[in-house]
């Protein structure tokens, strides 16, 4: 199989160029962070830098790996993370564009590599518990239902890649920052922070990023399955905690 790439370079300091380079004797099963591996061994034998991009885990899990093909933030297949896209999505002879995922709040550190610190300031916002827990025993006395933790757990899932913000128009966190409000909001312990979580955590996404655009690109994007009811989470628990802290006034 033979593919022309089209990568994005760019260094710290200058704007960034696209480069070409031509492969050959691709296997279809390879992913396309293989084909980056193939290309750097290529590029570092004859003598020249070789592509920066993230990547650790390579099995879906991390949310390390992520990156823009022609177009799409990961790439063709929905719910898959970089480094589970495979070739046979594309075409023998087919040009393909890598490049990082394009976001206002994810500036290009080098080549497809971004700095996605703007996920780690919404966590620092109240995506943690602080309550004090106590030890394992202790946790276990406290009965939770089987749907409520199932439900817990999917929204649990979320790998913090940033695809949902690549692949919003306007850059927006929601499906990221509703599937840490819902599944916080699920449990005995987390849900004591509730109201403090939710009016800290939407500012700093209405501050950082944009509002939800509501077209459904960032659940088409995300490699963990997040359901589009994380974004009507946000609101939910805006207004949820807006009108609990009028009711603490009046009394």
Not at 30 to 36: D, Q, R
Not at 63 to 88: F, K, M, Y
Not at 233 to 240: H, K, Y
Request: aromatic share 4%; proline share 6%; with cysteine.
């Amino acid at each position: 199989m033979r593919l022309r790439i089209q990568v994005w370079r760019q260094s710290p300091i200058d704007n960034g160029h696209w480069e070409t380079h031509d492969l050959n004797d691709l296997s279809p099963g390879m992913s396309i962070l293989e084909v980056l591996d193939r290309l750097n061994e290529l590029l570092v034998a004859q003598g020249d830098e070789a592509i920066a991009f993230d990547s650790d885990c390579r099995e879906g899990i991390c949310g390390a790996c992520g990156i823009t093909v022609d177009g799409q933030a990961h790439g063709a297949t929905a719910n898959e993370p970089s480094c589970h896209q495979r070739l046979w999505s594309y075409q023998d002879g087919q040009t393909v564009r890598l490049e990082p995922l394009r976001a206002g709040p994810f500036p290009v550190l080098r080549d497809l590599m971004v700095d996605r610190q703007a996920l780690d300031v919404m966590i620092m916002a109240g995506g943690f518990v602080s309550v004090n827990a106590g030890a394992a025993p202790e946790s276990n006395d406290l009965p939770v239902g089987h749907d409520t933790v199932e439900d817990a757990l999917d929204f649990a899932a979320c790998i913090g890649c940033g695809a949902c913000v690549a692949a919003c128009p306007n850059g927006s966190a929601n499906l990221f920052l509703g599937a840490k409000l819902r599944h916080l909001s699920e449990l005995p312990l987390p849900s004591l922070e509730r109201d403090r979580r939710a009016k800290e955590m939407v500012a700093t996404a209405d501050r950082v990023f944009g509002p939800c655009s509501n077209y459904g690109e960032c659940a088409i994007a995300c490699p963990a399955g997040i359901p589009l009811a994380a974004v009507s989470q946000v609101n939910r628990e805006r207004l949820r905690a807006a009108f609990r802290s009028l009711r603490k006034v009046r009394k």
